[in-house]
């Protein structure tokens, strides 16, 4: 790590009056409003809200799937409604990793496979792909299941795949759309736990959305979304009294 | 990244490898039939250039009376030629390689117990060579044979085997209108040549001989010329025309009482015929080329939306919408490509197996093949856009939302 690393982190991520709104003319829907939010390097954030507060929406801008119908998204430093979708593309690939509620794997391919599968998308060549799926499965504790296809992995055996395509190619960004949703408390717990590790030990920035009391829980930093907007952003110690 | 999409592509098509055949076969029929069509054309083509090559594309022959529009009659009231219009053309027209007069009758011939009809025709040597009619055996007629009537004769290769059969023919005796010929030479065969009489079922006599001994008079039914190939034809026919004219007296209201028939003419019209009709033909075959061309649209556009949530999932994890876009036009183009090589197999199969029926030589084009090979790709990128462009614009998260 260099020595800025040591001083304040960069801010990667950043969402300044960005509003997002479904529809036109009478049949308007405004899914979020007024969302004014940093995200430094390596922090661990989680959005909770209940349903339709805004935060998939959210989630979706920040992971440059959908852009900010007024306001600014910038990635580090970069507005994202000044680039083209292709550039825009590229920039996602390049620095955000997906996990989302279903892992969303292809059933025909084994873990090692759509692990690797990102890595296709990059230009690299089959062996490096394979090695690199090998130490990302091993990361997420599947180094024993490589050849398995999903539907001879457990649901959380399933996620911990999806999180390890999601790590694959080193992305500065982890985006996870309720990735426990599915999953039972306890194998949740290890899901999370997993995701707090990588945070911790490849500096990962981490952005989870989740519904999970428990997982809101452990959170470092804590955005509650409600009718679209962002009503509380606590870190660390305080957050606690406004839960 | 090309070699990997294009193994993904292969991937894809063999999931639904029954689906990806039939897709495939549409083409493969679209491009069969075009390609049969238009080698079958070009067989058609080299018939008629074949067939112009043994007649002579130089050849200009100019006969007494205007022929009627549509018919062979002969307006009788014309006068012959004779043999002073011979030599006018001769001396007075230029770019002529080679001139002869002609005359002929169907007559009966026997040689030893064998009789046959064959056409007698009366004329000089230049009339073989502006043909380019070579001997098989034998000779042409000597200077001396052909102007003082001693009957000797040349015959064709039917005549030959009508009448001495395995017999070599030269040397015999050939009886034309009671005067016995001795063979002296037999000509070449020049096969069929789409005319209703055959070439070679034909006795040639010296000219001299066959105005004085078997017509009768110094008539002459017409002029045979060949030009040479570096000649303006529609310049030579016009002089050879005002010549002819000249000589014959008519004035300037008068209509032509004789006809030039010029071979050139004959064969570009007889191409452009054969053109046209290869065209036509291959236009066809093209319809059903366009028809297999949409069902591998209507196949991808299927595929795209069956694969809308795997689409959605190579979009989050890295895929760029190039890279999706790509892919699918990869499978439309394999499939086109695939369906044409083999395509192209069955036509000139096919070709192949019905130019002998048609009795036309089969041309392999390999520019036709090129150019097939070309249309396939352009058609898989051509109708495989509108899918691939649809995969690559969907909204990854609509696509994943997609069941």
């Known amino acids: 790590m260099s020595a800025a690393d040591q001083t304040e982190p960069v801010v990667l991520l950043e969402l300044a009056r960005a509003s997002r709104v479904y529809g036109r003319g009478d049949g308007t829907v405004v899914a979020m409003s007024d969302v004014d939010v940093k995200v430094r390097a390596g922090e661990f954030v989680t959005i909770v809200g209940p349903s339709g507060s805004g935060k998939s929406t959210c989630l979706n801008i920040l992971g440059c799937l959908d852009l900010p119908t007024s306001g600014n998204y910038l990635l580090a430093g970069q507005d994202m409604a000044q680039i083209k979708a292709e550039q825009r593309a590229v920039i996602r690939r390049d620095n955000i990793g997906f996990v989302l509620q279903n892992p969303n794997l292809i059933a025909r391919m084994s873990a090692l496979e759509n692990v690797a599968l990102p890595l296709v998308y990059r230009g690299l060549g089959r062996t490096e792909r394979r090695l690199r799926a090998h130490a990302a499965l091993e990361a997420v504790g599947l180094g024993n299941r490589v050849g398995h296809r999903p539907d001879e992995l457990s649901g959380g055996q399933q996620q911990r795949v999806a999180i390890a395509r999601a790590i694959v190619a080193q992305p500065r960004i982890l985006i996870a759309d309720e990735p426990t949703g599915a999953l039972d408390t306890v194998t949740s717990a290890g899901v999370v736990n997993l995701l707090l590790e990588l945070n911790r030990t490849m500096r990962l920035t981490v952005v989870l959305v989740t519904h999970d009391q428990s997982v809101a829980g452990r959170a470092p930093r804590l955005c509650v979304f409600r009718d679209g907007r962002l009503v509380s952003d606590e870190t660390g110690r305080r957050r606690f009294h406004a839960c | ?403």
């Open chain 2, 1 to 403: 990244m090309l070699v990997e999409t294009i193994r993904l592509a292969f991937e894809a098509l063999g999931r639904n490898a029954l689906r990806s055949t039939l897709t495939g076969l549409g083409i493969l029929i679209g491009v069969g039939a075009v390609i049969a069509m238009i080698t079958i054309g070009q067989g058609a083509s080299q018939n008629v250039r074949n067939e112009i090559a043994k007649l002579g594309s130089e050849l200009l022959t100019v006969s007494v009376g205007q022929q009627k529009r549509g018919g062979q009659g002969v307006s009788l009231a014309a006068a012959a030629f004779d043999y002073a219009d011979v030599e006018a053309v001769r001396s007075e027209i230029r770019g002529l390689r080679h001139v002869a007069p002609l005359s002929s009758k169907i007559g009966r011939i026997t040689a030893r117990n064998a009789n046959w009809n064959a056409r007698i025709i009366g004329t000089e040597n230049a009339y073989f060579q502006a043909r380019g009619w070579n001997l098989a055996v034998g000779r042409l007629f000597a200077e001396a044979e052909m102007y003082n009537g001693k009957p000797v004769c040349l015959i064709g290769e039917t005549v030959r085997q009508r009448l001495f059969g395995s017999g070599l023919g030269a040397g015999e005796l050939v009886r034309v209108a009671g005067i016995a010929c001795p063979v002296i030479g037999v000509l070449q065969a020049r096969g069929q040549t789409g005319a209703a009489e055959d070439d070679d079922n034909v006795i040639a006599v010296p000219f001299d001989m066959y105005q004085r001994r078997i017509q009768g008079s110094t008539d002459i039914q017409s002029i045979v010329m060949a030009a040479y190939p570096t000649a303006n034809m529609d310049r030579l026919k016009m002089t050879l025309s005002g010549l002819i004219r000249e000589r014959r007296g008519l004035g300037a209201a008068d209509p032509d009482d004789f006809t030039i028939l010029d071979m050139r003419q004959v064969a570009q019209s007889m191409m452009a015929a054969t053109r046209t009709l290869t065209l036509f033909l291959g236009a066809i075959a093209a319809v059903s080329l366009v028809v297999g061309g949409i069902g591998i649209m209507n196949i991808m556009l299927v595929s795209v939306t069956e694969r809308t949530r795997e689409i959605g999932v190579r979009l989050t994890i890295g895929a760029l919408p190039s890279q999706i876009r790509l892919q699918f036009l990869c499978e439309a183009v394999i499939l086109t490509l695939a369906g044409g090589l083999l395509g192209i197999l069955g036509g000139l199969g096919t070709a192949a197996a019905a130019a002998p029926h048609l009795a036309i030589p089969f041309v392999l084009d390999p520019v036709v093949v090129a150019v097939t090979i070309a249309i396939s790709t352009v058609l898989g990128i051509g109708f495989g856009f509108a899918p691939a462009a649809r995969a690559a614009s969907l909204d990854p998260v609509e696509a994943l939302r997609h069941v």
